[in-house]
């Protein structure tokens, strides 16, 4: 018999756990696709600013992802350290959208994110731009997988109880992966991230314009996070007013 105590203990540490992942979260999708827009910007037009602006805001991308790939590997471990029978319950399910973000998403910008930082100088234009737009698709593909495994929770669609093995089983793959719970969720998700990486952006670029420090390269940021406004409603839980 577990005590209640034990529980809300594994509630609380698994609640700060997620917290401090998240405050990395939503940085990192929005940034990876602002990176891409404005290397794409640099190739189009060629002008060295969009260059350096991109350099200068990787490297902070690059911080930030560190952050969360070793707080979201730590809230990893405590499915089975806090939730052990749980994840085995419903590892069938559960466990097949984490997989395919680990074995897809993950790796894929894991790989793309070194070229993007060490390829400067051994890729072409049009080759370092494919990398970066690959590393803006693998971050949001990591969001997509696990917010399908995060909806299933909230709306457990597509799965049904095995008396013969006392677990829950995966009875449709799509209804599973269009669960209106996870699309609703991924999109909220993803236009919040986007938000909090063009305040971001903006904020510092202010920061720098202020004190008089390279004020034509985030003068030139601001044009380009103006481009990538999100639709508002959709910062609301379910996308209503």
């Not at 720098?208 to 601001?222: F, H, S």
């Amino acid at each position: 018999m577990i005590s209640e105590t034990m529980v809300d203990l594994s509630r609380w540490q698994f609640a700060a756990t997620s917290l401090y992942h998240f405050l990395f979260v939503p940085l990192t999708l929005g940034l990876s696709f602002l990176l891409a827009i404005m290397e794409s910007t640099y190739v189009m037009t060629g002008k060295e600013i969009y260059k350096d602006m991109t350099q200068f805001w990787g490297k902070l991308f690059g911080i930030n992802f560190a952050l969360g790939v070793t707080t979201g590997l730590t809230m990893e471990f405590q499915f089975g350290m806090n939730w052990s029978y749980f994840s085995h319950y419903v590892g069938d399910i559960f466990g097949a959208p984490l997989a395919i973000e680990g074995l897809m998403a993950f790796f894929l910008e894991s790989t793309f994110v070194g070229l993007f930082f060490f390829g400067w100088d051994k890729l072409g234009k049009g080759q370092h731009l494919l990398v970066t737009w690959l590393v803006a698709l693998g971050t949001n593909l990591s969001a997509l997988w696990i917010l399908v495994a995060n909806g299933w929770m909230q709306n457990p669609v597509g799965a049904e109880f095995n008396y013969e093995t006392m677990r829950m089983e995966i009875s449709s793959f799509a209804d599973l992966l269009l669960n209106p719970a996870a699309q609703v969720k991924f999109v909220h998700t993803v236009a919040a991230g986007y938000t909090t990486a063009s305040v971001f952006v903006l904020g510092i670029s202010a920061y720098y314009m202020l004190k008089g420090r390279d004020v034509w390269v985030m003068k030139a940021a601001i044009p380009v996070v103006r481009c990538k406004k999100p639709n508002w409603p959709l910062l609301r839980p379910n996308g209503i007013p």
